[in-house]
Protein backbone atom coordinates (compact mmCIF):
# COMPACT_ATOMS: atom_id res chain seq x y z
CA UNK A 1 0.00 0.00 0.00
CA UNK A 2 1.11 3.36 -0.80
CA UNK A 3 0.95 6.29 0.95
CA UNK A 4 -1.47 8.30 0.49
CA UNK A 5 -1.08 12.03 -0.52
CA UNK A 6 -1.74 13.58 3.05
CA UNK A 7 0.09 11.15 4.20
CA UNK A 8 3.57 11.81 2.38
CA UNK A 9 3.01 15.73 3.20
CA UNK A 10 3.36 14.65 7.14
CA UNK A 11 5.90 12.42 6.36
CA UNK A 12 7.93 14.71 4.50
CA UNK A 13 7.36 17.24 7.14
CA UNK A 14 8.78 14.90 10.12
CA UNK A 15 12.69 15.06 10.80
CA UNK A 16 12.73 11.16 11.19
CA UNK A 17 14.33 7.91 10.30
CA UNK A 18 13.76 4.04 10.42
CA UNK A 19 16.31 1.97 12.30
CA UNK A 20 16.15 -1.93 11.06
CA UNK A 21 17.84 -4.25 13.77
CA UNK A 22 18.36 -7.44 12.21
CA UNK A 23 19.89 -10.92 12.64
CA UNK A 24 19.68 -13.79 10.37
CA UNK A 25 16.56 -13.04 8.93
CA UNK A 26 17.39 -13.95 5.06
CA UNK A 27 13.89 -14.67 4.45
CA UNK A 28 11.92 -11.99 5.67
CA UNK A 29 14.35 -8.38 5.22
CA UNK A 30 14.13 -8.06 1.45
CA UNK A 31 10.82 -7.79 2.20
CA UNK A 32 10.75 -5.68 5.12
CA UNK A 33 13.37 -3.30 3.45
CA UNK A 34 11.48 -2.71 0.23
CA UNK A 35 7.77 -2.12 1.91
CA UNK A 36 9.70 0.72 4.17
CA UNK A 37 10.81 2.34 0.82
CA UNK A 38 7.22 3.45 0.07
CA UNK A 39 7.42 5.70 2.75
CA UNK A 40 11.14 6.90 3.52
CA UNK A 41 14.58 6.99 2.40
CA UNK A 42 15.84 7.48 5.61
CA UNK A 43 16.58 4.26 6.37
CA UNK A 44 19.54 3.13 8.92
CA UNK A 45 19.76 -0.74 8.99
CA UNK A 46 21.93 -2.52 11.50
CA UNK A 47 23.25 -6.11 10.51
CA UNK A 48 23.69 -7.70 14.58
CA UNK A 49 26.69 -10.06 13.05
CA UNK A 50 24.59 -11.87 10.80
CA UNK A 51 25.90 -15.37 9.54
CA UNK A 52 23.17 -16.28 7.07
CA UNK A 53 22.86 -14.26 3.55
CA UNK A 54 21.92 -10.96 5.26
CA UNK A 55 25.39 -9.42 4.03
CA UNK A 56 24.40 -10.11 0.36
CA UNK A 57 20.75 -8.87 0.46
CA UNK A 58 22.49 -5.61 2.17
CA UNK A 59 24.32 -5.14 -0.99
CA UNK A 60 21.46 -4.39 -2.97
CA UNK A 61 20.95 -1.04 -0.38
CA UNK A 62 24.12 0.15 -0.64
CA UNK A 63 22.83 3.17 -0.69
CA UNK A 64 20.78 3.75 2.39
CA UNK A 65 22.96 4.11 5.95
CA UNK A 66 24.54 0.37 7.20
CA UNK A 67 26.45 -0.71 10.27
CA UNK A 68 27.62 -3.92 10.00
CA UNK A 69 28.55 -5.92 13.85
CA UNK A 70 31.37 -8.09 13.04
CA UNK A 71 29.42 -10.39 15.67
CA UNK A 72 26.04 -10.78 17.16
CA UNK A 73 25.92 -8.56 20.04
CA UNK A 74 22.51 -8.22 21.01
CA UNK A 75 19.11 -6.24 19.91
CA UNK A 76 19.44 -3.85 22.20
CA UNK A 77 23.64 -3.07 21.18
CA UNK A 78 22.07 -2.88 17.84
CA UNK A 79 19.80 -0.19 18.65
CA UNK A 80 21.80 1.68 20.93
CA UNK A 81 24.34 2.31 18.14
CA UNK A 82 21.39 3.14 15.64
CA UNK A 83 20.20 5.37 17.97
CA UNK A 84 23.95 7.03 17.67
CA UNK A 85 23.89 7.14 14.03
CA UNK A 86 20.68 8.80 14.06
CA UNK A 87 21.68 11.46 16.83
CA UNK A 88 25.02 11.52 14.31
CA UNK A 89 22.72 12.61 11.01
CA UNK A 90 20.60 14.70 13.03
CA UNK A 91 17.20 13.24 12.92
CA UNK A 92 14.58 14.26 15.43
CA UNK A 93 12.50 11.05 15.75
CA UNK A 94 13.65 7.61 15.36
CA UNK A 95 10.62 4.44 14.42
CA UNK A 96 12.33 1.24 14.80
CA UNK A 97 10.88 -2.13 12.86
CA UNK A 98 11.59 -5.59 13.78
CA UNK A 99 12.83 -7.45 10.51
CA UNK A 100 11.44 -10.68 10.59
CA UNK A 101 8.25 -9.54 8.84
CA UNK A 102 5.43 -8.90 11.52
CA UNK A 103 5.25 -5.75 11.30
CA UNK A 104 3.58 -3.32 8.62
CA UNK A 105 5.31 -0.45 7.41
CA UNK A 106 1.95 0.85 6.13
CA UNK A 107 1.56 1.74 9.94
CA UNK A 108 4.10 4.32 9.54
CA UNK A 109 1.83 6.76 8.47
CA UNK A 110 -0.03 6.38 12.13
CA UNK A 111 2.85 7.12 14.29
CA UNK A 112 3.77 10.45 12.55
CA UNK A 113 0.69 11.21 12.53
CA UNK A 114 0.14 10.59 16.41
CA UNK A 115 3.78 12.40 17.07
CA UNK A 116 2.41 15.65 15.41
CA UNK A 117 -0.71 15.80 17.06
CA UNK A 118 1.81 14.99 20.66
CA UNK A 119 5.37 15.69 19.89
CA UNK A 120 8.09 14.34 21.86
CA UNK A 121 6.00 11.41 23.22
CA UNK A 122 7.83 7.83 22.75
CA UNK A 123 5.02 5.34 20.84
CA UNK A 124 4.63 1.70 21.12
CA UNK A 125 2.73 0.00 18.91
CA UNK A 126 0.02 -2.12 20.26
CA UNK A 127 -0.40 -5.59 19.00
CA UNK A 128 -3.74 -7.80 19.09
CA UNK A 129 -2.07 -10.16 20.77
CA UNK A 130 -5.32 -12.85 21.01
CA UNK A 131 -5.18 -13.35 16.98
CA UNK A 132 -4.38 -16.56 15.38
CA UNK A 133 -0.41 -17.94 15.49
CA UNK A 134 0.41 -15.37 18.74
CA UNK A 135 2.90 -17.60 20.78
CA UNK A 136 1.86 -18.55 24.00
CA UNK A 137 5.43 -17.48 25.86
CA UNK A 138 4.82 -13.61 23.74
CA UNK A 139 1.52 -13.65 25.05
CA UNK A 140 2.34 -14.12 28.38
CA UNK A 141 5.84 -12.18 28.32
CA UNK A 142 4.44 -9.41 27.74
CA UNK A 143 1.53 -9.43 29.97
CA UNK A 144 4.50 -10.15 32.89
CA UNK A 145 6.15 -7.15 31.14
CA UNK A 146 2.96 -4.89 31.16
CA UNK A 147 2.56 -5.20 34.91
CA UNK A 148 6.15 -4.46 36.13
CA UNK A 149 5.98 -1.17 33.95
CA UNK A 150 2.91 -0.40 35.20
CA UNK A 151 4.89 -1.16 39.15
CA UNK A 152 7.94 0.66 38.33
CA UNK A 153 6.09 4.27 36.39
CA UNK A 154 2.51 4.30 36.87
CA UNK A 155 1.56 4.49 32.96
CA UNK A 156 -0.79 1.60 32.24
CA UNK A 157 -0.17 -0.16 28.67
CA UNK A 158 -1.71 -2.98 27.07
CA UNK A 159 1.74 -3.78 24.75
CA UNK A 160 5.46 -2.69 26.29
CA UNK A 161 7.31 -5.27 24.49
CA UNK A 162 6.24 -4.75 20.46
CA UNK A 163 9.41 -3.40 18.66
CA UNK A 164 7.57 -1.10 16.64
CA UNK A 165 8.67 1.87 17.90
CA UNK A 166 8.97 5.61 17.51
CA UNK A 167 11.61 7.19 20.05
CA UNK A 168 12.52 11.28 20.50
CA UNK A 169 15.55 11.07 19.97
CA UNK A 170 17.00 14.03 22.10
CA UNK A 171 14.38 13.21 25.16
CA UNK A 172 15.48 9.33 25.93
CA UNK A 173 18.08 8.74 28.06
CA UNK A 174 21.92 8.77 26.68
CA UNK A 175 23.47 6.30 28.18
CA UNK A 176 22.32 2.87 28.59
CA UNK A 177 23.64 -0.36 30.52
CA UNK A 178 21.63 -3.64 28.73
CA UNK A 179 22.50 -5.24 25.78
CA UNK A 180 19.76 -7.67 24.84
CA UNK A 181 16.15 -7.91 24.48
CA UNK A 182 15.57 -6.79 28.28
CA UNK A 183 16.92 -3.14 26.69
CA UNK A 184 13.51 -2.55 25.49
CA UNK A 185 12.28 -2.24 29.01
CA UNK A 186 15.30 -0.41 30.40
CA UNK A 187 14.57 2.60 27.42
CA UNK A 188 10.74 2.80 28.01
CA UNK A 189 10.90 2.66 31.97
CA UNK A 190 13.71 4.89 32.29
CA UNK A 191 12.52 7.35 29.38
CA UNK A 192 9.17 7.49 31.51
CA UNK A 193 11.26 8.28 34.61
CA UNK A 194 12.50 11.41 32.93
CA UNK A 195 8.99 12.67 32.24
CA UNK A 196 8.91 11.55 28.60
CA UNK A 197 4.88 10.55 27.99
CA UNK A 198 4.55 6.76 26.95
CA UNK A 199 1.61 5.78 24.58
CA UNK A 200 0.41 2.69 22.61
CA UNK A 201 -1.25 3.22 19.05
CA UNK A 202 -2.55 -0.01 17.35
CA UNK A 203 -0.50 -1.79 15.04
CA UNK A 204 -1.35 -4.04 12.57
CA UNK A 205 0.96 -7.31 13.15
CA UNK A 206 1.80 -10.75 11.60
CA UNK A 207 2.62 -14.17 12.80
CA UNK A 208 4.15 -16.15 10.02
CA UNK A 209 5.87 -19.27 11.22
CA UNK A 210 7.05 -20.43 7.79
CA UNK A 211 8.76 -17.10 7.61
CA UNK A 212 9.60 -15.40 10.84
CA UNK A 213 12.21 -16.44 12.77
CA UNK A 214 12.92 -15.72 17.01
CA UNK A 215 15.73 -14.83 18.11
CA UNK A 216 14.19 -14.57 21.98
CA UNK A 217 16.05 -17.21 23.91
CA UNK A 218 12.91 -18.40 26.69
CA UNK A 219 15.00 -19.29 29.54
CA UNK A 220 18.17 -16.53 29.11
CA UNK A 221 16.80 -14.02 27.97
CA UNK A 222 14.06 -13.96 30.67
CA UNK A 223 16.39 -14.36 33.41
CA UNK A 224 17.84 -11.33 32.04
CA UNK A 225 14.58 -9.25 31.93
CA UNK A 226 13.85 -10.44 35.38
CA UNK A 227 17.40 -9.63 36.44
CA UNK A 228 16.41 -5.89 35.17
CA UNK A 229 12.88 -5.44 36.21
CA UNK A 230 14.43 -6.62 40.14
CA UNK A 231 16.97 -3.74 39.30
CA UNK A 232 14.21 -1.28 38.38
CA UNK A 233 11.49 -2.07 40.82
CA UNK A 234 14.30 -1.59 43.46
CA UNK A 235 15.44 1.71 42.01
CA UNK A 236 11.61 2.74 41.32
CA UNK A 237 11.13 2.07 45.44
CA UNK A 238 13.97 3.82 46.34
CA UNK A 239 14.64 6.73 44.46
CA UNK A 240 11.85 7.13 41.81
CA UNK A 241 9.21 7.03 43.77
CA UNK A 242 9.66 9.01 46.54
CA UNK A 243 11.71 11.70 44.19
CA UNK A 244 7.98 11.90 42.31
CA UNK A 245 6.30 12.38 45.62
CA UNK A 246 8.50 14.94 47.23
CA UNK A 247 8.37 17.11 43.31
CA UNK A 248 4.75 17.09 43.69
CA UNK A 249 4.16 18.18 46.96
CA UNK A 250 7.03 21.09 46.46
CA UNK A 251 5.06 21.95 43.14
CA UNK A 252 1.86 22.14 44.77
CA UNK A 253 3.55 23.30 47.97
CA UNK A 254 3.65 20.90 50.88
CA UNK A 255 0.31 22.20 52.90
CA UNK A 256 -1.78 22.18 49.89
CA UNK A 257 -0.68 18.71 48.76
CA UNK A 258 -1.50 17.39 52.18
CA UNK A 259 -4.44 18.75 52.23
CA UNK A 260 -5.43 17.84 48.84
CA UNK A 261 -3.88 14.38 48.05
CA UNK A 262 -3.48 12.85 51.06
CA UNK A 263 -6.68 14.01 53.30
CA UNK A 264 -9.07 14.95 50.86
CA UNK A 265 -7.77 12.48 48.34
CA UNK A 266 -11.11 11.09 46.29
CA UNK A 267 -10.76 7.65 48.16
CA UNK A 268 -13.18 6.80 50.39
CA UNK A 269 -12.39 7.30 54.53
CA UNK A 270 -12.28 2.88 54.39
CA UNK A 271 -9.72 3.22 52.06
CA UNK A 272 -7.79 5.39 53.47
CA UNK A 273 -8.14 4.19 57.00
CA UNK A 274 -6.88 0.71 55.31
CA UNK A 275 -3.86 2.52 53.78
CA UNK A 276 -3.04 3.58 57.26
CA UNK A 277 -3.65 -0.26 58.35
CA UNK A 278 -0.93 -1.66 55.84
CA UNK A 279 1.69 1.49 56.82
CA UNK A 280 1.27 0.25 60.33
CA UNK A 281 1.34 -3.69 59.70
CA UNK A 282 4.32 -3.44 57.30
CA UNK A 283 6.32 -0.54 59.45
CA UNK A 284 5.74 -3.21 62.80
CA UNK A 285 6.54 -6.56 60.60
CA UNK A 286 9.62 -8.36 61.03
CA UNK A 287 10.46 -8.00 57.58
CA UNK A 288 13.08 -5.69 57.80
CA UNK A 289 15.25 -4.91 54.20
CA UNK A 290 12.05 -5.72 52.36
CA UNK A 291 9.30 -3.87 54.36
CA UNK A 292 9.19 -0.47 51.48
CA UNK A 293 8.97 -3.62 48.42
CA UNK A 294 6.10 -5.35 50.23
CA UNK A 295 4.56 -1.91 51.11
CA UNK A 296 4.62 -0.52 47.76
CA UNK A 297 3.40 -4.06 46.41
CA UNK A 298 0.25 -4.78 48.93
CA UNK A 299 -1.19 -1.11 47.84
CA UNK A 300 -0.53 -1.49 44.23
CA UNK A 301 -2.33 -4.97 44.57
CA UNK A 302 -5.24 -3.74 47.04
CA UNK A 303 -5.16 -0.28 44.92
CA UNK A 304 -4.46 1.83 48.09
CA UNK A 305 -3.17 5.36 48.82
CA UNK A 306 0.64 4.28 48.83
CA UNK A 307 1.25 7.87 50.08
CA UNK A 308 -0.47 7.55 53.32
CA UNK A 309 0.75 3.68 53.45
CA UNK A 310 4.42 4.95 52.80
CA UNK A 311 4.01 7.93 56.00
CA UNK A 312 2.53 5.89 58.04
CA UNK A 313 5.02 3.15 57.59
CA UNK A 314 7.51 5.82 59.28
CA UNK A 315 6.10 4.14 62.43
CA UNK A 316 9.36 2.09 62.56
CA UNK A 317 11.49 5.76 62.17
CA UNK A 318 15.15 4.38 63.17
CA UNK A 319 14.74 5.79 66.94
CA UNK A 320 11.82 3.60 67.68
CA UNK A 321 13.43 0.67 66.74
CA UNK A 322 14.49 -0.70 69.75
CA UNK A 323 11.47 0.38 71.46
CA UNK A 324 9.50 -1.89 68.86
CA UNK A 325 12.10 -4.92 69.10
CA UNK A 326 11.55 -5.01 72.64
CA UNK A 327 8.02 -4.46 72.61
CA UNK A 328 7.27 -7.30 69.96
CA UNK A 329 9.44 -9.51 72.34
CA UNK A 330 7.70 -8.65 75.61
CA UNK A 331 4.69 -9.30 73.27
CA UNK A 332 5.86 -12.95 71.81
CA UNK A 333 6.87 -13.96 75.95
CA UNK A 334 3.05 -13.95 76.52
CA UNK A 335 3.35 -16.95 73.57
CA UNK A 336 6.57 -18.51 73.18
CA UNK A 337 8.83 -19.23 76.33
CA UNK A 338 12.22 -18.35 76.47
CA UNK A 339 14.94 -19.13 79.20
CA UNK A 340 16.65 -15.40 78.88
CA UNK A 341 15.07 -12.42 80.46
CA UNK A 342 15.31 -9.42 78.75
CA UNK A 343 15.30 -5.83 79.50
CA UNK A 344 15.28 -2.65 77.17
CA UNK A 345 18.76 -1.48 78.99
CA UNK A 346 22.45 -1.58 77.77
CA UNK A 347 22.32 -4.98 78.26
CA UNK A 348 20.31 -6.19 75.48
CA UNK A 349 22.45 -7.26 72.91
CA UNK A 350 21.83 -8.06 69.15
CA UNK A 351 22.92 -11.99 69.80
CA UNK A 352 19.81 -11.91 72.45
CA UNK A 353 17.35 -11.17 69.47
CA UNK A 354 19.18 -14.09 67.91
CA UNK A 355 18.57 -16.44 70.55
CA UNK A 356 14.90 -15.36 70.61
CA UNK A 357 14.22 -14.95 67.24
CA UNK A 358 10.87 -17.12 67.40
CA UNK A 359 9.65 -14.87 70.16
CA UNK A 360 10.51 -12.25 68.11
CA UNK A 361 8.60 -12.98 64.90
CA UNK A 362 5.43 -13.67 66.38
CA UNK A 363 5.57 -10.93 68.54
CA UNK A 364 6.20 -8.70 65.68
CA UNK A 365 3.57 -10.20 64.30
CA UNK A 366 1.23 -9.94 66.71
CA UNK A 367 1.80 -6.56 67.37
CA UNK A 368 1.78 -5.41 63.87
CA UNK A 369 -1.77 -6.88 63.45
CA UNK A 370 -3.02 -5.12 66.42
CA UNK A 371 -1.60 -1.95 65.90
CA UNK A 372 -2.73 -1.76 62.49
CA UNK A 373 -6.24 -2.80 63.54
CA UNK A 374 -6.41 -0.06 66.24
CA UNK A 375 -4.72 2.64 64.10
CA UNK A 376 -6.87 1.47 61.04
CA UNK A 377 -10.10 1.75 62.92
CA UNK A 378 -9.16 5.05 65.09
CA UNK A 379 -8.43 6.50 61.81
CA UNK A 380 -11.05 5.52 60.47
CA UNK A 381 -13.92 7.04 63.21
CA UNK A 382 -11.11 10.56 63.01
CA UNK A 383 -11.91 10.76 59.01
CA UNK A 384 -15.26 10.21 59.29
CA UNK A 385 -16.11 12.89 62.21
CA UNK A 386 -13.67 15.16 60.25
CA UNK A 387 -15.82 14.66 57.03
CA UNK A 388 -19.10 15.00 58.68
CA UNK A 389 -18.16 18.45 60.81
CA UNK A 390 -16.85 19.90 57.28
CA UNK A 391 -20.46 18.82 55.36
CA UNK A 392 -22.53 20.90 57.92
Known amino acids: MNPTLPQQEQLQLTNFC ?5 YNNQKTLQKVLDSLLKYTQNLIIVNDGSTDETSEILKQYSEF ?19 RKAIEMKFEYAITIDSDGQHFASDIPNFIAEIQKEPNFLLIGSRNMTQE ?3 KKSSFGNKFSNFWFKFETGIKLDDTQSGFRLYPLQLIPKQFFTN ?7 VIV ?5 GIPVKNIPIQVLYDPAERVSHFRPFQ ?24 FFRRAKKKGFKKFFLEDILESTDSDFKKSAAISLGVFIGLSPFWGFQTILLFTFAALFRLNKVIAY ?21 GSLFVSSSTPLNLDSSLTLDDIQKNATQYIVGSLIL ?25
Open 311 to 331: LTSNVSFPPFIPFIIYASLQV
Open 133 to 135: NVP
Open 180 to 186: KFEFEIE
Open 190 to 194: RSAWK
Open 368 to 392: ATASALICGLLSYLLLTAFNKKNNE
Open 221 to 244: DFTRISILNTVLVTNALLYIKPRD
Open 18 to 22: VIVPT
Open 65 to 83: TQIHHPKNLGKGRALRNGF
